[in-house]
């Protein structure tokens, strides 16, 4: 007779099991606040704005840091200095004269999107934390695998305690490609492995290439995650809308019935 099946679960973090995007829209409300206050209301919607700013934002990932001497690319410095980029770009375009001393300040609210507090604040997802006790409790692996800054993201997994899940099973990475995952597949050869997470061409799409399974979770949050639906013939990939749907997946699905 076949034996049970054992699982393992890669999860992402940032919008996956926590809202990141959260902390930055706060920091821009301040800077938008900032600059009405300062070209004295005159000054582009919030909207606009914002849009412009975020693709300030997405082409600094390729420029090299001038003080660290590497691309901006996912590190903590990158969104200040967007912001800082933003308001020098109102100041080209006639709303007010530059001053280096408020593109300083500029960047102060920006790094404001990595306060401690903000990530206290929100915590985990609805269900974030049933989930993982749930998993936790049918002995299944807990693996996770986030990408970001090394600091900021190390300040993420202390505040919300994730070693209470995952214990040394925490990796901080600069991408995910199909290597890292075929990697994770070696390191667990016994089991059913499945990556869970917002992004299809980061967590999903790399996953199923190494031959993992893939647990979409949908969550745009900005233009460098672009929006992608997952190929809907692929058997190994499945969708919910919330994380704590996994109860309702592991209950349900063949995938969890079957024998190995």
């Given amino acids: 007779m076949r034996g049970q099946r054992k699982f ?24 938008y606040d900032y600059m009405l206050k300062l070209f004295k209301y005159r000054l582009i919607e919030l909207r606009t704005l914002g849009t412009i700013s975020e693709k300030i934002d997405l082409e600094l990932r390729t420029e090299v840091n001038p003080t660290l001497g590497v691309p901006y690319g996912y590190s903590r410095h990158r969104f200040p200095e967007s912001l800082s980029r933003t308001y020098q770009m109102l100041c080209e375009k006639g709303f007010g004269r530059f001053n280096e001393l408020v593109a ?24 974030g934390k049933e989930t993982l006790d749930f998993l936790q409790t049918r002995e299944d ?48 050869p016994e089991h059913t492995l499945i990556s869970v997470g917002n992004s299809f061409e980061s967590d999903i799409k790399p996953a199923i290439q190494a031959r993992l399974y893939g647990l979409y979770i ?29 109860f309702y997946f592991v209950g349900t699905n063949e995938l969890f019935t079957t024998p190995a």
């Fill in 218 to 246: 949908p969550y745009h949050t900005w233009a460098a995650e672009p929006e992608r639906e997952p190929d809907e013939v692929n058997s190994k990939v499945f969708k919910i809308d919330r994380i704590f749907k996994i």
């Fill in 104 to 127: 300083s300040r500029v960047r102060d609210i920006g790094y404001r999107a990595f306060d401690p507090l903000f990530y206290q604040e929100q915590g985990l997802v609805e269900g």
């Fill in 8 to 31: 393992c679960w890669v999860f992402d973090l940032d919008d996956t099991l926590m809202w990141t995007s959260y902390a930055y829209s706060i920091a821009f409300r301040e800077f």
């Fill in 141 to 188: 692996e807990l693996v996770l695998v986030t990408k970001g800054d090394d600091l900021v993201q190390k300040t993420k997994i202390e505040i919300l305690e994730l070693d209470r899940w995952f214990g040394d099973e925490i990796h901080i990475v600069n991408s995910k490609t199909r290597e890292d995952f075929e990697r994770m597949r070696q390191r667990f």
